[in-house]
């Protein structure tokens, strides 16, 4: 694993793995299969992009995500590594471009849609290519048990077994019960696969449910008190997300509305001006943040109840990537039991699916929305009913809204508030100059502007919050900054040095 040590920070800037990356690279590299449940945030993409870049060949990652494959891809550009996407974004003419370009060998990593496998050219190009692995990102939408399950990838079978040879298979997913894992492991036809559980529990995110009598008022009254943070607030249907985002907007925060009714163009400049931190805060459907990869998003309001823990989960686990503490807070109405329950019917009545199947999926439906409503309407503690409903053991956790009494509950949320951020920065770190932290932030996103990419493309939170605190001098002391690799080191080190250089100067 040395080498893999040495390309870690090379090309992405890390001195070591965080928990989980290490076995599951050394279980792909070896030749085998892995199943890997890791949580939002917890570096997931390290552990098959490093080994692509370990092996000959090229790797495919199976993903449903649009939005992922062009964000990873971009960084992937960033860090000096050749990568591509192939999903409907792209004509048809681009789609056979790339595909010739991938035949040529042009890319260590291919990013493709389910739907894109069994197609005459793409399957082709997979079957004359030197694979050295596939992977299935969002492992969890092949199975009826999951909350998103996907026709397409039952696909993913078939296309392997029309594979000339099978390479190693590694499938990720953020939220899996034991069902699911079982259903992942069976219907992709893993071998014996390594399994990698890091567990799921995310430390730094606070849970809270409130009962409101008025959702506005309680909406606004949170999010006044986290102004200057970014931010996302789920709705369960596209007209509610629009009435939220203007209700934001008229209390004069930058607000912004995203829903897949949107025209594409619209929902693009969104979801840009808000990665951009253009826009403080979204009022979204569950269309908005799968592969989503903002990592200073300090907090998420469930304005209404989702369908189910995985979805909670997963939307809430948008909050806090940076590892900053982050507020994950569900407002409750009952009205929100019989709109989920409308929705189910709904999903029901239209499905393709065979009958059998229909009503299999949409009972597993019901059972996930009875437990959300439990977590929603319950006592006790919030973290670790979710844990428990993952299959994880939990005690009392003493840190969310079910453990803390109310009248003290608000004080937590605030998260020694004035204590984490002086201007809109981070300032909870040791040694940590939220002046500096700022400048290098406007750094970042000029060039970023220059590029036309999101700032975290160029550099992370966490990235220019340890230059903050390690304030290096010479490109060496650069590339010790976690997060800097070589490539970022040549392109952008000269830039973020001299602001240092500036600041040091001027405080003498």
Known sequence: MDEARRTLKAVFGYDDFRPGQEEAVRALLSGRDLMAVMPTGAGKSICYQLPALLREGVTLVISPLISLMRDQVSQLGQAGV???YINSTLTPRQQKKAIENAAEGRYRIIYVAPERLLTEHFLSFARSADLAFVIVDEAHCVSQWGQDFRTAYLDIADFLN???TRPPVGAFTATATDAVRRDIEQLLTLSAPRRVLTGFDRPNLFFEVRRPKDRDEELLRFIRGHRGESGIVYC????????VSGLLAEHGLAAGCYHAGMPDAERTRVQEDFLSDRLEVIAATNAFGMGIDKSNVSYVVHY?????LESYYQEAGRAGRDGEP???LLLYKPQDVRLQQYFIERQEEESDLPEE???TVAERSRMRLREMTFYATGEGCLRARILRYFGQEAKPCGHCGGCVKRETAAAVTGRTQTARRLDG?????????GGLFMRLSDTRRRIAKEQKVPPFVIFTNATLRDMAVKRPRTRTEMLRVMGVGENKMERYG??????IARWEEERK
């Open 326 to 328: 982050a507020d994950c």
């Open 304 to 308: 209404q109840m989702p369908k189910d």
């Open 162 to 164: 029309a594979l000339s």
């Open 494 to 499: 000269e830039a973020f040095l001299s602001v």
């Open 425 to 433: 920065t981070p300032v909870a770190v040791q040694g940590l100059s």
């Open 236 to 243: 369960a249907t596209r007209k509610t997300a629009e009435q």
């Open 357 to 359: 199947t229909r009503r």
């Open 82 to 84: 050749r990568a591509a």
